[in-house]
Nanobody, 115 residues
Framework: EVQLVESGGGSVQTGGSLRLSCTAS????????MSWVRQTPGKELEWIAR????????EYTESVEGRFTISRANVNNTLYLQLNSLKTEDTAMYYC???WGVGERGTGTLVIVSS
């Protein structure tokens, strides 16, 4: 059974930073690309970053490019998302997702950014 457990969310002020983590189990983590997505109430799920199976390739949606960094530690089956220069519009529930398209997601970790 695929399990993805996110952590690291919290409440910060604009300009602050957070580091999200996602611990994976139940599948060959090191053989799968991974993604981070986010969702705010009333809005669709938004893809924000993805990384190749070996960490050699990373891509970002325009709104987070230069502020967020996706990374992974295959030895620990863990995916990360470093969030810097946070803005109020980054407030959302953040999920890690298996693969680069439709895939399993965890239960999420909440990020709240206030001015």
């Amino acid at each position: 059974e695929v399990q993805l457990v996110e952590s690291g969310g919290g409440s910060v002020q604009t300009g602050g930073s957070l580091r999200l983590s996602c611990t994976a189990s139940g599948f060959p983590f090191g053989q799968n690309g991974m993604s981070w997505v986010r969702q705010t109430p009333g809005k669709e799920l938004e893809w924000i970053a993805r990384i190749s199976f070996d960490g050699g390739q990373a891509e970002y949606t325009e709104s987070v490019e230069g502020r967020f960094t996706i990374s992974r530690a295959n030895v620990n089956n863990t995916l990360y998302l470093q969030l810097n220069s946070l803005k109020t519009e980054d407030t959302a529930m953040y999920y890690c997702q298996r693969g680069w398209g439709v895939g399993e997601r965890g239960t999420g970790t909440l990020v709240i950014v206030s001015s």
